[in-house]
T-cell receptor, first 115, second 112 residues
Framework: DAGVIQSPRHEVTEMGQEVTLRCKPI?????LFWYRQTMMRGLELLIY????????DSGMPEDRFSAKMPNASFSTLKIQPSEPRDSAVYFC?????????????FGPGTRLTVT | GESVGLHLPTLSVQEGDNSIINCAYS??????FIWYKQESGKGPQFIID?????DKRQGQRVTVLLNKTVKHLSLQIAATQPGDSAVYFC???????????FGTGTQLKVEL
């Protein structure tokens, strides 16, 4: 079975440019999470969706960041305009969202470098 | 200037020895805990989980211990192998919601 799919795997862009990261969760999962990982701050939850609805976006650093989930099989995280301090690895994760197992399955990540 | 990053605790063990990785959690209302393994260049991978109504759970070569009194979680890896070298994260969840709160991680290095 395919796991969580993220694209691109690597992105290098110049400051001020728009960046769009993409995620396809595991089929059947109803919760989707966006994380950012840096050496400075570790693994941070940015936002998560339940049944395509944003539930908690308190981790989104500022208005330059936005996330959408137009359907159950696709989500985007957009940064506009990008800044060098946005350089990080961005992970998408999905889960079944039941009270039985709360395990989140992580994608391989997108390594973003903003110069 | 020099950038300051998270100082990950590091555990170095000899191949074949047992490893114990510790984690202190903060929320006494947390009732579900997970250990993840993250290898270099990859996303975190699930290892084992435990609910708060249990003190111990065993998997293949791994055991998780939970002490709710002192809010402490540990991961024991038996007969540590070079492939176990990674950063290990504990995560906690409260009340059945979907949000996991991750710890800062521990770097495990296996020496041959």
């Amino acid at each position: 079975d395919a796991g969580v799919i993220q694209s691109p795997r690597h992105e290098v862009t110049e400051m001020g440019q728009e960046v769009t990261l993409r995620c396809k969760p595991i089929s059947g999962h109803n919760s989707l999470f966006w994380y950012r990982q840096t050496m400075m701050r570790g693994l941070e939850l940015l936002i998560y969706f339940n049944n395509n609805v944003p539930i908690d976006d308190s981790g989104m650093p500022e208005d330059r960041f936005s996330a959408k989930m137009p359907n159950a099989s696709f989500s985007t995280l957009k940064i506009q305009p990008s800044e060098p301090r946005d350089s990080a690895v961005y992970f998408c994760a999905s889960s079944f969202g039941s009270s039985g197992s709360r395990e989140q399955y992580f994608g391989p990540g997108t390594r973003l470098t903003v110069t | 200037g020099e950038s300051v990053g998270l100082h990950l605790p590091t555990l170095s063990v000899q191949e074949g020895d047992n490893s114990i990785i510790n984690c202190a959690y903060s929320n006494s209302a947390s009732d579900y805990f997970i250990w993840y393994k993250q290898e270099s260049g990859k996303g975190p991978q699930f290892i084992i989980d435990i609910r708060s109504n249990m003190d111990k759970r065993q998997g293949q070569r791994v055991t998780v211990l939970l002490n709710k009194t002192v809010k402490h979680l540990s991961l024991q890896i038996a007969a540590t192998q070079p492939g176990d070298s990674a950063v290990y994260f504990c995560a906690e969840n409260e009340g059945g919601g979907n949000k996991l709160t991750f710890g800062t991680g521990t770097q495990l290095k296996v020496e041959l």
